[in-house]
């Protein structure tokens, strides 16, 4: 079954038309938070899938005045971009440095190199896919292997720095999204179809984009009844500024404590301090650690009572 006159499965529409809602509500939520780089790198890779599902739902089409070689240069390009794209996604969105190297020079190296030897010079040439499926997926299989080997090692060792189990949970699950693009060529070397390869490569991110929006607005909601919480709280400056010290905070901790107590949410802050969400968690964090509470509101009912210990 084919939607309309094209080569498209109904179940690839239907992934492009939910991506397109993704990235409606991602767009919406980062132009809200323009910080948030997590969302920022996630919409790029959401553009990417899509890009690729259009593509692969249309080609190849010998009723397109495209050759049918140029055709699988085209979808194959677009696949290789997106490989090409996860490590700096892990990279870049998580702050994986470890994935620094495999992002630099791997991608060049052992993505970029084969697509352009196989498939753009290769198959512009001899015209044979069947030879340039066998081989040109080689190379990038076994640096697919190494990326997601390398990825679940800097996950665990991030993991084992940080404590946080939210972003823990959030890479894991990109992370295990990643894996099915690892093992496409057995997918495509032997035709499977449009169906399976569309499920396979996309089932995993379109549930993390849900991930995404239930998580925010989870954050969203306990952020306004931590607001709600600190309305109960007056603000007494004067024991602010001596608590503050007494604590050995720092004087841009001293500042968010300030806006902390002002009931500014940490968007909030990290706009009125030209700094980044993360950053702003990292500062919050610090502080806890520093004034041995849990919760914000623990933070302003401490840092505001001259007697508390």
């Known amino acids: 079954m084919k939607v309309g006159c094209t080569e498209m499965h109904p179940v690839t529409l239907l ?17 809200n938070r323009l910080r948030d780089q997590v969302r920022f790198w996630h919409l790029i890779l959401l553009l990417l899938l899509l890009v690729f599902n259009v593509a ?23 696949g290789f971009a997106i490989v090409s794209y996860f490590p700096f996604y892990f990279y870049r ?60 090692k800097a996950i665990r060792c991030a993991y084992r720095t940080s404590k946080n189990k939210n972003r823990y949970i959030e890479e894991m699950a990109a992370y295990f999204a ?13 035709q499977w179809g449009q169906l399976i390869e569309t499920l396979f490569t996309n089932v995993g991110f379109v549930a993390i984009s849900a991930l995404l929006l239930y998580r925010t607005l989870n954050i969203s909601r306990a952020e306004q009844k931590l607001l709600a919480d600190l309305e109960l709280v007056p603000v007494n400056y004067e024991a602010i500024e001596c608590n503050s010290k007494r604590f050995g905070l720092s004087n841009r901790e001293i500042e968010i404590v300030h806006l902390i107590s002002q009931r500014l949410s940490y968007k909030e802050i990290a706009d ?14 610090n502080i806890f650690n520093k004034t041995l509470v849990n919760s914000r ?3 302003v009912k401490k840092i505001n009572d001259f007697y508390d210990s």
């Open 15 to 31: 992934t492009i038309v939910i991506e397109l809602v993704a990235i409606g509500a991602q767009s919406a939520l980062y132009l």
């Open 56 to 78: 692969n739902g249309l080609f190849p089409d010998a009723r397109y005045n495209v050759s049918i070689p140029v055709q699988h240069i085209i979808v194959n390009g677009i």
């Open 93 to 152: 969105a998580f702050g994986l440095r470890k994935l620094r190297f495999l992002a630099i020079y791997g991608v060049p190296l052992f993505l970029v190199l084969p697509y352009l030897v196989f498939f753009v010079i290769g198959l512009s040439i001899h015209g044979d896919l069947a030879f340039t499926h066998k081989y040109g997926y080689i190379i990038p299989t076994f640096y697919s292997l190494i990326l997601l080997f390398s990825t679940a």
């Open 178 to 190: 990643l894996m099915p693009w690892a093992f496409l060529a057995p997918v495509v070397y032997f």
């Open 272 to 285: 009125k301090l030209f700094i980044s969400d993360r950053t702003v968690n990292k500062h919050v964090q």
């Open 297 to 299: 509101t623990q933070l």
